[in-house]
């Protein structure tokens, strides 16, 4: 049993992955399910923690003592984060919530058409904008207080698993995160699996920690086992 290592702290989970908005039926998106977060998110109330999970376009039940926000598009899921965290006394955010890199610069309001008329055979340019670095933020607006403690993950696409220890320890400094969940993904591995692999990375230390594979709850253990010990 995990006991309650975690009772009285504040966990806020994103989870899921966003979609940014082309017109009112069309949207670009990726392949999270939001298993992994949400597994984060009932672990993290088993032992104990008031937990809020953000989620953006998961189709999961709810976990037994988690509130869900629901969220569409990174922007919104940005707007929700940092409204949890400015409002105080988060002790964690695990961001765990496929964020989209870049979204439509221009929302379209009516669908977009195929045709202009007769013979047209055209097809429309979309361009894209980047989207905010919600986990760099989150970073970078605690400052010194050095609270709330932030996990981020990270997919890697690396051929041989040491091509993603190596992303991810860049990842890591890059994002100046507390903790960094690295796992492999493509070739069906991870998005919508129910088992995963993953790597824990901390700064300061080369240790990793590789769990699995293993079930998406199980690798929620081991990130709150990693976890709790470093909370002040
Ligand atoms: O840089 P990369 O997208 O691989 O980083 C993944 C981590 O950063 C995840 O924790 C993800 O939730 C977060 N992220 C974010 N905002 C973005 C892109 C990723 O917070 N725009």
Partial sequence: SPGDDLAGRRV????GGTREALDPVRFLGNRSSGKQGYAVAAEAALRGAHVTLVAANVDLATPPGCEVVRVESALELQEQLTGLVSAGDVDVVVMAAAVADFRPRHYVGTKIKKS????????????LVRNPDIL???VAARGESRTPYVVGFAAETGDESGDVLHH????????GCDLLVANEVGGGKAFGQDDNTVHLLRPGTQEVVTVGPATKAAVATAIWDTV???LR
């Fill in 12 to 15: 806020v989970v994103s989870a």
């Fill in 116 to 127: 202009h008329g007769d013979g047209d055979e055209s097809a429309p340019t979309v361009e």
């Fill in 228 to 230: 709790a010990p470093e």
């Fill in 136 to 138: 760099a933020g989150l």
């Fill in 168 to 175: 991810a320890r860049a990842k890591l400094e890059r994002k």
